[in-house]
């Protein structure tokens, strides 16, 4: 079954609207989490580190002021998409990686399908 | 950074081929994964292989760490494999994955 939780699957909304994702670890502690986003017929590009208790770390070029994460708990991290516009509409997708999780593999949410009108 | 090539960017095939893909990385890894991702977008862990060789029933994959290379095989293609095949690699399990261009694999009936 699924140990990364991520909510919603799909958004729909007016441009300026805040949007707020949750991604959590059912089966384990998640010292860190990662946020990465994936525009239609590309890979998926990292947007930015969660670290559970501190700030997180945003890759280059990624609005830290467009896209707030709090990683508040060892398992929950969120992203909010704030004021979002059309150019933010893409898919976004979270992974986990435990306390002390070394030599397993991350483990992905089911992604965000976010579409700003 | 790590840089992450797969090859071929799109492959067809005819129901009940047999494909390989490649994925080729630059510096020393200890995480690989492939992933399919279906149409909803979901990405499907296939295999978590930094190194040696995996099976799991029509797939199997093989990474050579020293050489910086995995291979993906995909034996008796059906149509339901058909989406987007990533290799991803990081450091760590803990730490962040850097993925490849993906391989679009398409299975004719």
């Known amino acids: 079954g699924a140990v990364v939780s991520q909510h919603p699957s799909r958004v729909i909304c007016k441009s300026g609207t805040s949007v707020k994702i949750e991604c959590r670890s059912l089966?384990?502690?998640?010292?860190?989490m990662f946020w990465y986003r994936q525009f239609p017929k590309q890979s998926l590009m990292l947007m930015a580190t969660?670290?559970?208790?501190?700030?997180?770390?945003?890759e280059q070029g990624v609005e830290k002021d467009k896209f707030l994460i709090n990683h508040a708990s060892l398992t929950l991290s969120t992203l909010t998409v704030t004021s979002a516009h059309p150019e933010d509409s893409s898919f976004y997708i979270c992974?986990?990686?435990?306390?002390?999780?070394?030599?397993?593999?991350?483990?992905f949410g089911d992604g965000t399908r976010l579409s700003i009108l | 950074g790590i840089q992450v090539e797969q090859s071929p960017p799109d492959l067809i095939l005819q129901e009940g081929a047999n494909s390989t893909l490649r994925c080729n990385f630059s510096?020393?890894?200890?995480?690989l994964q492939w992933f399919h991702q279906n149409p909803w977008g979901q990405l499907i862990n296939l295999f978590y292989?930094?190194?040696g060789t995996k099976q799991n029933g029509r797939l199997s994959a093989t990474t050579v760490a020293t050489e910086r290379y995995s291979l993906l095989y995909i034996s008796s293609s059906q149509t339901t494999d058909s989406g987007v095949y990533f290799c991803?690699?990081?450091?760590?399990?803990?730490?962040?994955?850097?993925f490849g261009e993906g391989t679009q694999l398409t299975v004719n009936p």
């Open positions: 992974s986990a990686g435990g306390r002390g999780y070394s030599n397993q593999p991350q483990h």
């Open positions: 089966d384990f502690q998640a010292t860190t």
């Open positions: 969660s670290n559970e208790g501190s700030k997180a770390t945003y």
């Open positions: 510096d020393s890894v200890n995480n």
């Open positions: 292989i930094p190194s």
């Open positions: 991803a690699v990081g450091e760590g399990g803990g730490s962040r994955l850097t």
